[in-house]
Structure formats: C-alpha cells, structure tokens
C-alpha cells in the first residue's frame, strides 16, 4: 500500500512538472509576439481566450477610479524593498468606445487604501499588459479556498468573471473572460517626474505582480533585485526571457516598447541595452 501511494505520488509530481514546463515556454512564445492593439469592442480575445492569454495588449481609456476593486490582503515590497501589507489594485479602464476592460495596476500598500490620500484625476491612460484569466487555484485552492464575494466588493482572489461583476461595464461578457496585468501605463499630456501631485501613485504602485509569470526567481536576490533596474528581469530555471517585475508605479511615461523588453531578456543583456542609462532606476 505505501509502494503504491509514493509511486502516485511520483507520477503526480511528474505530470505536474510536464505540465509546468509546457505553460512556461508557451508564456516564453506568446510573450515574444508581437504586441496586440485594442481599440474597442469586440476585443480580440471574445469566446476564444485561451488563443490569447499571456499576449501583450496596449488599450487606451480613462481609468474608472470610482469602480476600482481591491483583492488581498497580499505582501508587497515598498521603496526600500521591505515587505508591506496591502492589496492588489483592478481597476475598469473605459475605452474610446465606452467598452471597458478591467486592469491589474499592482500592489497598493494598506496606508494608502483610502482614495483621500491618493488622489487621482481621470486622464487618458495607454497601457499595455499581459493578458490573463486571473489566477490558476491548485486543486486545493479549488475546492476548499475561501471564495470571493462580489455581492460586498470583496476579493481574496484575482478571478476575472467575480471582478467583472463590479465594473459596471456594457460589455460585460468579454469583460468578464480576462484582465490585464499592467507592465506599463503612460499618460498622454504629463510625466510623473513633472508632478509632484501624481507622486502618490508611484509610491501606490510600489511594486506590481512580484513574480507574475514565474514567481520569485530563487536565483535573485532581493537585494539584487532592488538595485536593478526599473524593470526587473531575472532568469528563471526554465526560461530565461521572461519578464517577472512588472512595477507600474515606477515606469509612469518611460517610453520603452514592450516588443524591445521582451526581446532584451535576462538583466545582463538588458544592461547592454542602449537605453539602459536612461530607464535605470535613480
């Protein structure tokens, strides 16, 4: 009997890691596609998600601030790299048709929950994100996790089709199949260097899906991490091209295209970048 438990067990644990090395390199290959523009309804993605999951998209729109839902509680780092309680930011993003589509806009710190102390006015907003689902539950997750809560505005997890039931959008069907986990928002008339009334959200978004694609990169350290640039790249033992520090706050009006960061790779070869100097983080 014990034979037979450690056995499916190991066959479990093979299966699981066949499966994780295939989700890695198709996030690797649709990464690296060319980036997606959105304009309005019908998005792309409608009744055929699955084809576009992990596909960078750039939507322009004015944040819907008044909708905005937050998931947590969850760890975040701040400035300094410490940990820090919050949550996670999704906020609906109306585009130039009325269609919204809803936005991942990273780690808010638990100080700065309440709108009054970060003040924010709508404005045109391009952002470009990688196209997600929501989160993937393990098979306890599924069945013994404690569920969100719609109907109270509360979310413990990132699931798009339970967010969507709050982001009073017209479309709501293909609002509800996917979300974007922002990488990079710039705002059309100013740069956050300019103003200092915007600072607020660069210490908002202090850090934004820690590992959203692989998770902590057990091969970089946070200290190496911190000192990076502001992008943070890090090879994992899979793939090394895969973009894992996806900080909002701190890319506010950096011109860079998604298409050359994905194709700069690991931190060494970002580095090499021309543009390294410039998009460093001071």
């Known amino acids: 009997m014990c034979f037979l438990l450690v056995s499916s067990l190991g066959m479990w644990q093979l299966r699981r890691m066949k499966w994780k090395k295939e989700l890695i ?26 084809d576009y999951i992990y596909r960078v998209v750039e939507v ?15 760890p975040g780092s701040d400035e300094s790299g410490e940990t820090t309680p919050g949550v996670l930011v999704v906020t609906p993003l109306r585009l130039e048709d009325g269609s919204t589509v809803m936005v991942n806009r990273g780690h808010l710190a638990a100080h700065r929950m309440d709108r009054a102390t970060r003040p924010e006015v709508p404005t045109w907003v391009r952002v470009r994100g990688v196209l997600e689902e929501g ?39 293909e609002c509800s199949q996917a979300a974007l986990q922002a990488f990079e928002p710039l705002y059309s008339n100013w ?84 543009d390294y100097e410039k998009y460093k983080r001071s």
């Open 25 to 50: 390199e198709m996030r690797r290959q649709r990464l690296a596609m060319p980036r997606i523009q959105v304009t309005g309804s019908p998005f792309p993605w409608k009744d055929q998600v699955q």
């Open 191 to 274: 740069r956050v260097e300019d103003d200092l009334s915007r600072m607020y959200l660069k210490d908002a978004c202090s850090i934004c899906l820690e590992a959203f694609v692989l998770g902590t990169n057990r091969d970089v350290s946070k200290k190496d991490k911190i000192n990076g640039p502001g992008l943070n790249f890090s090879a994992d033992d899979y793939c090394k091209y895969f973009l894992v520090g996806y900080c909002p706050g701190k890319t506010l009006g950096r011109e860079v295209e998604s298409n050359k960061l994905h194709s700069i790779g690991v931190r060494e070869e970002f580095k090499a970048h021309k």
């Open 60 to 74: 322009r729109g004015v944040f819907d601030h008044t909708n905005e839902m937050h998931v947590g509680p969850r």
């Open 135 to 173: 989160e993937i539950p393990n098979l306890i997750g599924r069945y013994a996790r404690i569920k969100n809560r719609p109907d109270r505005n509360q979310y413990l997890y990132l699931i798009a089709p339970e967010l969507a039931e709050n982001a009073n959008a017209r479309n709501h069907e």
